[in-house]
């Protein structure tokens, strides 16, 4: 099947995903597609004279001419629907694209994929679950999607490429730039490892509209989608509700009720739009996953969902701190009084939440 035809199939326009997949079971490939006659295409369901008249072959096929030569140039490869490098998850969606762009070292059909989205103004505490989330993933040889946003995305994206994992970033325009610009240091990393992945062909520019698309590849190419920190409006939600509507599993972290970025996830929960995470083995466990032979013990997070105002306060400073704190140190960084301060601290300790170390000092568990 010619590649110049498979490519023109993609800029006809008006000419969606859905209708392009009758064309090619009644017709048999992007080359006869271009090659039949209208007589011909009258006889398939759903093609009319007035849809006949609105695809525009010719112009199509000088498009397609213009991004061969993009293509070739910037090392980018084409994945036709029909091409076994299609992903096969997102092939079972009835909308999914006719013809993706990749750019990178992936694979799109590994045992294990799943997709992390979330808000783009991520906290600390959102930040520490996408680490530990991704480093319990690490012993699945799982793929991580995202979409390169700011905050969650670029953060799972960070994360993999800590561990060394494989990770794919979808995108809502060409492959002849990135949006933001400031995930352009690690979109490069991305490629030795994953990739580049788009529906949109060069030119196309990073317009609102795009991204809602764009997260139906997102939701449809993992087997799971993990929802971290998001507000009850946003691109996280409109991934799970996608998810969803494919018959996807949808999971969500919750988080404390007032909490603007956790509003999100508790909205999917209560709803039974998502299933409740507690802890990173959650994940693993509710899709029957089983560990590599060389797979490492990795402690397990258990999120502080009953902790007071205070408690809270005094976790997420020892959170953003890698190395043990001081007693002297927290009440400075916390505002606290010396009394009140170590009774929090006691009760944090004796709900195993935090440990007491020699000197007085004191880190996560």
Known sequence: MSLHHKIALSFVKNLGPSLAKSLLAYLGSAEDIFRSSPTKMLKIPGVGDKRIAQWDFDDALKKAERELIFIEKQGVEPIFYTDG???????????????????????????????????????????????????????????????????????????????????????????????????????????????????????????????????????????????????????????????????????????????DFSEGCNFLIRNNKAALLTCMADLAFSLGWEKTDHAKPVEQFVLPLDLSVDERLIFDILLQHKVPLAIDDLTIKANMPMSALAMNLLNMEMQGYIRSLPGKTYKIN
């Open 85 to 259: 490098k299609y992903p096969k998850r997102l092939k079972n969606c009835g909308d999914s694209p006719i013809l993706l762009y990749a750019k990178g070292k992936m694979e799109l059909n590994p045992p294990h994929i799943i997709s992390i989205v979330g808000t783009r103004n991520a906290t600390d505490y959102g930040r520490q679950l996408c680490r530990q989330l991704v480093e319990e993933l690490q012993q699945y040889n799982v793929l991580i999607v995202s979409g390169l946003a700011l905050g969650i995305d670029v953060a799972a994206h960070k994360e993999c490429l800590r561990l060394n994992m494989p990770t794919v970033g979808v995108l809502g325009h060409g492959l002849d730039r990135l949006y933001p610009s400031q995930n352009r240091a690690t979109a490069d990393r991305m490629l030795e490892n994953g990739g580049l992945l788009t529906e949109y062909p060069s030119g196309t520019v990073p317009d609102r509209e795009n991204f809602p698309q764009r997260n139906r590849i997102v939701a449809g190419i993992a087997d799971a989608t993990v929802v971290i920190e998001a507000g009850i409006k946003g691109g996280a939600l409109i991934t799970a509700e996608i998810a969803n509507s494919y018959n996807k599993d949808v999971f969500a972290f919750p988080g404390r009720l007032g909490d």
